[in-house]
């Protein structure tokens, strides 16, 4: 039950993070493009590669690893909302901008989870 509860109060805490970056971002930034999104999937894979990375080096206690990636991180990042936004880019007859959002989710967040999985295993947090 406790790992319920961890994994709830970090996913309030991932939610709020996310909507927070997210209008930040779009405060800051006049592109007609899901920038935000991206930015928060990026800054997600690579903070969830860190944590795997740790994790496996054993400087994250087994306590934690549950609420930290499935609590915090699970809720910071948006796989759904990426989806929505891609499709409404088709929609508005932006097939270039879609493809272009696809390609930059997959191949930046794999690259962020890859540099914070070597990071992590480094012991560098």
Do not use: Y
């Not at 039950?1 to 993070?17: D, E, H, K, T, Y």
């Not at 880019?89 to 967040?109: C, E, M, S, T």
Request: hydrophobic share 55%; net charge neutral; with cysteine.
């Amino acid at each position: 039950m406790r790992l319920v509860l961890g994994i709830a109060a970090m996913g309030a805490l991932g939610a709020v993070s996310r909507h927070l970056c997210g209008q930040w971002v779009k405060a800051n930034v006049d592109l007609d493009f899901p920038l935000a999104t991206l930015l928060i999937n990026a800054l997600g894979s690579l903070l969830l590669g860190l944590l795997a990375g740790l994790a496996s080096s054993g400087l994250v206690p087994e306590h934690l690893r549950g609420p930290l990636a499935i609590g915090l991180l699970g809720s910071f990042t948006t796989f759904s909302t990426f989806s929505v936004e891609t499709l409404t880019l088709v929609n508005d007859g932006r097939p270039w901008a879609a493809l272009l959002n696809v390609l930059l989710q997959v191949l930046i967040g794999v690259a962020a989870a890859g540099a914070g999985l070597l990071l992590g295993r480094a012991g560098v947090a």
